[in-house]
């Protein structure tokens, strides 16, 4: 099982910048993807950012240029950090992991989740 905790969210004017942290713990093996996604009200769960385990990180069309995506893997933590913020950047932010069993079965986890506002 795999835990991940979210922490950083708030309120903050359009323009302005937030940095959401996620700490994962618990076993940790053959990790396929480790990222964020956001759920807005009324609107279905999207992609913000993810690193795959091809190497590549991959952004959202929406926050590219203006959010970045980081790791510590001694820590086990991944942040995203995000400048300009837009009022359509207002979303519970979602940290997410997948792994790949021995059996090369997929398991997603997820964080509790974290509520960005981006409002004046």
């Known amino acids: 099982q795999v835990q991940l905790v979210e922490s950083g969210g708030g309120l903050v004017q359009p323009g302005g910048s937030l940095r959401l942290s996620c700490a994962a713990s618990?076993?940790?093996?053959?990790?396929?993807?480790l990222g964020w996604y956001r759920q807005a009200p009324g609107k279905q769960r999207e992609l913000v950012a993810v690193f795959t385990s091809g190497g590549s990180t991959n952004y959202a069309n929406s926050v590219k240029g203006r959010f970045t995506m980081s790791r510590d893997n001694a820590k086990n933590t991944v942040a995203l950090q995000m400048n300009s913020l837009k009022s359509e950047d207002t979303a519970v932010y979602y940290c997410?992991?997948?792994?790949?069993?021995?059996?090369?079965?997929?398991?997603?986890?997820w964080g509790q989740g974290t509520q960005v506002t981006v409002s004046s």
């Open positions: 997410h992991m997948q792994t790949i069993d021995t059996r090369y079965f997929r398991h997603d986890y």
């Open positions: 618990g076993s940790i093996f053959s990790m396929n993807a």
